[in-house]
């Protein structure tokens, strides 16, 4: 048997909230959580999980401690009437007071894609349900996880006429909600973790990268900039290929942005994603296929279905790539020559992509 | 809480769209650089400072927004996207003002996008009673609408006149109206109020005048619907317009707001120009400008009588004496403790004294003014080409006209108060600009204001040649405004809703 770790193991803690100080008016989140662990260890604090892993990463690889705490919390419905002026004036100050919600740099990015990819007539209308698919994957997904906000599934119909009814290019059904939520994991270094688990999973790679705050002001308003750097450099420090990955969990904040995404990511060629969804998803079994290989994005509902407690999301995702690779998923365990996947990364943000974190898991190779 | 620091930054930068431009590489920013991200060290120093105001933009994209924030709730529904400047080498966000977004109106993005845009100085969220009122410029309309584009260029002065007088003028309405009988009145959109119109007047007077904004040495706002108590409208028309030499973010402009109800522009006209002919004052032009959003009471209610005339709107002369339009040949002033209309501090809206407004105070102090400037000049009324005076509503002006002898053809041009409504501090002004409009060379205008409280003050001014050389700079004239077929005209309660603003 093996021996357990204790909380008094931890050497370090890393905490995530992206606003609690502004929607719960807690400055100083690590003296609150010295209360709660009794622990008078390092603290610091993240905007997102994925900072805060991969801050952990660095640390450990350092030699500086070997078993930290890595988590996040956000409690966004304590300032329900004020959230949405919050989201915006942090994420896109000058578009926010230009007039800007936090829907509209979604909206744009869309219109941008549609006219840089000269999508038309029946294109467009492909293009459209394709963004509903993506929507109801995620709702269906989540029907099969009991930590996800929302546990039920939606039609494309559904998602097409909410988008009606606010005459909008992107509705109700579109966006992820605003949510509550607590995340942590625990990271040791190798020979921690192997005394404390027969079945490891290794943060193989790790890289950010940061854009403009303001949207309209970056090169290319049809992608995300830096997601293609993050994605390169942790793949450059893996050794991997974009397709050694078959779990995704990407920040699908908008359907939008799950569609520009799987471009931004190497999986598919710029203005092509779309396809490949509708394509997918028009007899949906349960992956995305994309040049003959299958990818299966968001198994945990996404940010749409799971939730988005922007500060705690991050856990989730990797909390999911995690179990998908421990083969300890449940009814939405996904297989790979029947067998649990052996690489899988997740995609966070802050802000609208003006950061982008992608973290790639990876498990010993079955024997 | 909006006396922070970022209040102030947003406006500086926001007002007038300030950016910066590498003199070495070229790439543009929006909001003010000192280096360029691409040239590094070697551009410190090297960067121009540029700026937007003046400029068109593209709308490159756009949606629509129905669910705002939560401070931009009273805007309803707007179009919002991304503007590009200069090709596309600067992009902003804006939104899309003075349209009318029903619940239900299908706006069609591709019609939109792609057309030019010009930047327009409005408030920019709602904010509560007590706080700074946040302004920018990151709003913006077609340019194929109401609201055309202009560019501002800078002439150089040719001539000095031996007495001084106007060099420049300008007029903005909002592109709103409400229609009652026969009675057409400016609106503001709910983004507008007297600042936002004191700024449009002066800058399209300038555009008008050719005149750099940097030899303003003064300028005078009057209004009695400033949003504020204690703030003048001077400052930030100073700021945002550039006036007096610019220092830091300090402007070499004397500033100040002027209260005397409708006659708190067109009493400092004898000012200014006695300003700009003092050797020593070292002011070349002082600006003059009148702006209201004329405020009453809601109809039915103690004061309400007056909501059936009131208008939207500004006017902004320019003062100087080289390239002048109109000389200034004499004035005279009166004055009396007449209260005939009013408004406590506090209050949200003017009383009036009913009867008592016309014969003891209107007719009274017009009539004197207008004779005593004639007696003084010996003229008679035949002796002039047109005559103005104050318009709070279409009877009083004709009235007096015909009082003072002065026939249908010398006053029919200056009466606008059929098309705008009782612009209060702009109203009589706006009569000048309207004939200004289509004056000849060595005419005479006799105007007489009207200021409730009560006085009159009578100018008579002698065009010249320039009026009509000027003329050709000016889109936006009186006529423009009045008869232009973007015109959107709303009911009562959207009218008293737009009026209350954000």
């Not at chain 1, 705690?312 to 790979?336: C, H, M, N, P, Y």
């Not at chain 2, 098309?419 to 000849?440: E, I, R």
Request: a neutral charge; glycine letters at 8%; proline letters at 4%.
């Amino acid at each position: 048997m093996k021996k357990l770790g204790e909380r008094k193991d931890l050497e370090a803690c890393y905490l995530s909230d992206c606003f609690l100080p502004i929607t719960n008016k807690l400055g100083l989140e690590e003296g609150f959580l010295s209360e709660l662990t009794e622990l008078h260890v390092p603290m610091e604090v993240t905007r997102s999980v994925s900072a805060a892993l991969l801050t952990a990463c660095h640390a450990i690889q350092a030699g500086v401690c070997n078993t930290v705490l890595v988590g996040g919390i956000e409690k966004m419905t304590d300032r329900w009437d004020k959230i949405r002026d919050d989201l915006m004036l942090l994420e896109d100050p000058w578009s926010y007071y230009a007039g800007g919600t936090p829907e509209t740099n979604h909206e744009l990015m869309l219109r941008a894609y549609i006219k840089k990819y000269g999508i038309t007539g029946e294109n467009l209308d492909k293009l459209n349900v394709a963004l509903a698919q993506v929507s109801v994957k995620n709702h269906a997904n989540a029907t099969k996880n009991k930590y996800a906000q929302f546990q039920r599934t939606i039609t494309v119909d559904q998602v097409l006429s909410a988008r009606k009814a606010a005459q909008k290019p992107l509705g109700l059904y579109d966006f992820a909600p605003v949510s509550d939520g607590a995340s942590a994991l625990i990271l040791t270094s190798e020979a921690v973790a192997k005394k404390l688990t027969a079945k490891p999973v290794y943060v193989m790679g790790y890289s950010s990268a940061t854009d403009y705050l303001n949207f309209p002001a970056r090169d290319d308003l049809t992608h995300f900039a830096a997601t293609k750097i993050a994605m390169k450099n942790a793949l450059k420090m893996t050794g991997k290929t974009p397709w050694d990955l078959q779990v995704v969990e990407l920040y699908d904040q908008s359907t939008v942005m799950e569609l520009v995404s799987l471009e931004d990511l190497g999986f598919c060629e710029p203005g092509t994603a779309w396809k490949s969804i509708n394509e997918s998803c028009s007899d949906y079994k349960g992956y995305y296929e994309i040049n003959g290989n299958q990818l299966f994005v968001n198994m945990n509902g996404g940010l749409k279905a799971d939730g988005n407690p922007l500060g705690a999301t991050g856990g989730a995702q990797i909390f999911e790539v995690f179990r998908q690779l421990r083969g300890e998923a449940g009814d939405r365990q996904v297989k790979s020559d029947q067998k649990p996947p052996q690489f899988g990364c997740a995609l966070e943000f802050e802000g609208f992509g003006t950061k982008a974190y992608v973290s790639i898991l990876g498990r010993e190779k079955d024997e | 809480m909006s006396s922070e620091p970022i209040e102030r930054r947003v406006s500086y930068l926001g007002d007038r769209l300030k950016a910066s431009r590498c003199k070495i590489c070229g790439k543009e920013y929006f909001e003010v650089r000192d280096y360029c991200g691409n040239c590094g060290r070697k551009s410190f120093g090297k960067m121009a400072s540029i700026d937007l105001f003046y400029e068109k933009g593209k709308l490159e994209l756009c949606t629509l927004v129905k669910e705002p924030t939560n401070k931009f709730m009273k805007l309803g529904s707007y179009v919002y996207g991304i503007v590009s400047f200069h090709n596309g080498k600067i992009r902003v966000s804006g939104r899309l003002t003075d349209r009318i977004v029903n619940n239900g109106d299908a706006v069609d993005f591709s019609s939109l996008e792609g057309r030019e845009v010009v930047p327009r100085f409005r408030r920019r969220y709602s904010v509560g009673r007590s706080d700074v009122v946040p302004t920018i410029s990151l709003a913006f309309t077609l340019a194929d609408e109401y609201y055309p584009h202009q560019e501002y260029t800078v002439v150089k002065p040719s001539k000095e006149y031996d007495v001084p007088g106007i060099v420049g003028y300008g007029v903005y309405t909002s592109r709103f109206r409400i229609k009652e009988g026969s009675l057409e009145r400016s609106v503001p959109f709910i983004d507008e109020d007297a600042v936002t119109a004191a700024v449009e007047a002066g800058k399209i007077a300038l555009i008008h005048s050719g005149v750099d904004s940097s030899l303003v040495g003064k300028i005078y706002v009057g209004s009695e619907s400033n949003p504020y108590a204690v703030k003048p409208i001077a400052s930030k028309v100073a700021q945002v317009l550039k006036l007096g030499e610019e220092d830091g973010d300090v402007q070499g402009v004397d500033a100040v707001d002027t209260e005397f109800a409708c006659k708190a522009a067109s009493s400092m006209f004898k000012d200014a120009a006695s300003l700009v002919n003092y050797p020593q004052s070292g002011v070349q032009y002082a600006m003059v400008i009148g702006a209201d959003n004329s405020q009453a009471a809601p109809r039915g209610c103690p004061g309400g009588e007056l909501d059936v005339f009131v208008g939207y709107g500004g006017s902004a002369f320019i003062f100087g004496k080289y390239d002048v339009i109109a000389e200034i040949e004499g004035w005279y002033s009166c004055t009396s403790d007449t209260p005939d209309f009013w408004r406590r501090d506090g209050e949200l809206f003017p009383m009036h004294g009913g009867r008592f407004t016309g014969d003891p105070a209107y007719f009274k102090h017009v009539r004197k003014a207008t004779t005593k400037l004639m007696e003084r000049l010996n003229l008679q009324a035949g002796d002039v080409d047109y005559f103005v005076t104050h318009q709070p509503n279409p009877q009083f002006p004709v009235k007096v006209a015909k009082q003072l002898g002065f026939k249908d053809e010398q006053y029919a041009v200056s009466l606008q108060v059929n098309k705008f409504g009782n612009t209060y501090s702009g109203c009589s002004p706006v009569g000048l600009a309207a004939v200004l409009d289509v004056a000849k060379p060595e005419e005479r205008i006799l105007i007489t204001s009207y200021g409730s409280g009560a006085g009159s003050d009578a100018y008579l001014l002698r065009t010249t040649s320039q009026l009509v050389d000027k003329r050709q700079r000016q889109k936006l004239n009186v006529k423009f405004q009045a008869e232009n077929p973007f015109l959107e005209y709303v009911d009562y309660t959207t009218y008293r809703r737009l009026k209350l603003g954000m």
